[in-house]
């Protein structure tokens, strides 16, 4: 069974740093496209960060220089390490993942779904 669990949310204040963790069951994540995403109140579900099977990183603009994804293969789990945050990144934060061979930061691309960790960024 897959299984995709989140955790790490929070609130903080604006500057401050989080860590999320997604850790797979019935996943190994090395294999997979995996992906976080985030909606904020009264918006559209949009890609943050993913990483491909071979390791390659992709940022959201609105991250880039903030944000860092990364994953431990040995815990099939998969990081976002969430730097210098603003309230605009104030969301609910999914991790996701793929098994089509592309690896996009298109929501309709990705097949399993976490349950969401709250992240809310206090000015």
């Known amino acids: 069974q897959v299984q995709l669990v989140e955790s790490g949310g929070g609130s903080v204040q604006a500057g401050g740093s989080l860590r999320l963790s997604c850790v797979a069951s019935?996943?190994?994540?090395?294999?997979?496209?995996m992906s976080w995403f985030r909606q904020g109140p009264g918006k559209e579900r949009e890609g943050v960060a993913k990483?491909?099977?071979?390791?390659?990183?992709t940022y959201a603009d609105s991250v880039k220089g903030r944000f860092t994804i990364s994953r431990d293969n040995a815990k099939n789990t998969v990081y976002l390490e969430m730097n210098s945050l603003k309230p605009e990144d104030t969301a609910l934060y999914y991790c996701a993942a793929t098994r089509w061979l592309g690896c996009t930061m298109d929501p309709a691309d990705y097949q399993d779904w976490g349950q969401g960790t709250q992240v809310t960024v206090s000015s």
């Open positions: 990483i491909s099977r071979s390791g390659g990183t």
């Open positions: 019935g996943y190994t994540t090395s294999r997979n496209c």
